[in-house]
């Protein structure tokens, strides 16, 4: 008996992957299929399959032509299973001519060729396009730019730069001086200006009817987002903090671990981010502009925005606030920040609770790593999980997501945006105990 064995993700079944299947089959006498998993394939750069890992399972089994369907799961397991499966063929479409050249030290190699003019990316894209237009000038626009390109469907359509700097850091084809124009071209517009002109940004951009993702805070005062967020609902679109530590993957898992009990009752959570000022003191933003939204989330994530007690301590240099230090007071808990723009620190995030702590090193706010900590050291469990693009591409394809129905659900919600303006608002006016 020959057994052969094929992988592949195998999303929004297609006519080039029966076609591929149909002859796999007809070089043996029994066909193992393996459907990559989520995990896998995100780190093999398909980030937005579009399908679940059981629903991909579905598409090969209903095509009859698979004897054994496995999941792969890990860097490495095609020669496990090679060897575990006796297979005497591995093939594969010939858009991996030569990559699995390796294997034919365990079995024989057959490259078949790839039927023309069909892939699962084209499919995703067609069903997702989303142009992004982007009003700002800093690096983080830049890295946005760059991340929409690993999203299938989604491209940037222009940049318009909203103060005249850092032009150097911008593809020339990109820019446009006119914000009508950039409107015209795109369906949905990507905010990351000065925190005092989103506000209008933002009006504008959906009075245009465009579906808008803005840098958090959204705008600098608790009138200004209501009304924003009525014109939105008003007109159906779309207006989603962006903030990327809430969208990524291995925080998403933290705040899972920890509000399923596996510290206890939380009794604190604290969480530090700092920088020192940059060389260009035009880029220079207060220490709560710089993290205070970051520094927040998990707290209010955590414990709730019904704190009973907030106090607020600021250090200032010429009249320039270098580091902010907040503290709360809950039912049954406390919490704290430190934030700074020119006072450095370990940019920890730790989480105490009746039972362990989860400890989250430096720079926590980007991390692919954590700890769950116990009394007894031999019970510490170790979390692992990639970041692709500091959780930017993930937050964008929430962003298409919820533009395309394909989900109801704000990483961040509503309430949360609105007490970050809050504090905001309270530290501007001078306001810093309750
Ligand atoms: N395949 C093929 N012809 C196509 C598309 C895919 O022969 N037009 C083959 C691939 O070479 C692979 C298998 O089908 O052996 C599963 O491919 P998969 O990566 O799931 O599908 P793609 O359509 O290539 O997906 P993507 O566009 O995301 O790369």
């Known amino acids: 008996m020959t057994t052969v064995i094929t992988y592949g993700t195998y999303d929004l079944m297609h006519r080039g992957h029966v076609r591929l299947l149909e002859r796999a089959k007809a070089l043996g006498d029994y066909l193992i299929v393996g459907v990559t998993s989520d995990n896998f394939d995100k780190e093999r750069g398909k980030i937005n399959v579009s399908q679940t890992l059981l629903e991909r399972v579905e598409n090969v089994k209903s095509t009859g032509l698979a004897d054994k369907i496995i999941v792969e799961e890990y860097e490495g397991q095609k020669i496990d299973d090679i060897i575990k499966y006796k297979v005497d063929i591995f ?56 991340e929409c ?67 958090t805070p959204i705008t600098t005062n608790v009138k200004q987002y209501d009304e924003l967020l009525k014109l939105a609902d008003n007109k159906n679109l779309i207006l989603l903090d962006s903030l990327k530590t809430a969208y990524s993957v291995a925080y998403q898992r933290l705040l899972l671990l920890v509000k399923g009990g596996i510290i206890g009752e939380i009794a604190s959570v604290d969480a530090v981010c700092t920088s020192l000022k940059s060389a ?72 105490s609770g009746t039972k362990g702590y989860a400890y989250v090193p430096a720079p926590w706010w980007k991390t692919e790593y954590f700890e769950i900590r116990f009394e007894d050291p031999n019970e510490n469990k170790k979390y692992y999980f990639k970041n692709d693009g500091e959780g930017i591409r993930y937050e964008i394809i929430a962003f298409l997501d919820l533009i395309k129905n394909n989900t109801n659900y704000y990483y961040i919600s509503r309430d949360i945006s609105r007490k970050i303006i809050e504090i905001r608002e309270k530290i501007n006016n001078g306001m810093l105990n309750d």
């Open 91 to 146: 093939t594969v479409g010939s858009d991996w001519m030569g990559k699995f050249d390796y294997l034919n030290e365990y079995c024989k190699v057959v490259y078949l060729d790839r039927t023309k003019g069909i892939s699962s990316t084209e499919i995703r894209s067609d069903n997702n396009s989303l142009s992004i237009g982007v009003i700002g000038n800093n690096r983080l626009a830049s890295k946005f730019i760059k």
């Open 149 to 215: 390109s690993f999203v299938n469907g989604v491209s940037t359509s222009g940049l318009y730069l909203d103060e005249n700097k850092n032009r150097e850091m911008f593809d020339d084809n990109l820019l446009t001086y006119d914000l009508n124009e950039l409107f015209n071209k795109s369906d949905s517009i990507y905010i990351v200006s000065q925190p005092n002109s989103h506000y209008e940004q933002i009006k504008l951009a959906l009075e245009h009817k465009k579906h808008v993702l803005c840098e």
């Open 280 to 351: 260009n003191p035009a880029s220079w933003d207060s220490s709560f502009d710089s993290w205070g939204p970051t520094a927040l989330l998990p707290i209010f994530q955590l414990l709730g925005i019904d704190y009973s007690d907030i106090s607020i301590y600021i250090k200032k240099e010429n009249n320039y606030d270098t580091f902010t230090k907040i503290a709360f007071k809950y039912h049954n808990a406390v919490a704290s920040i430190k934030v700074g723009n020119g006072v450095k620190s370990e940019g920890e995030l730790i989480i």
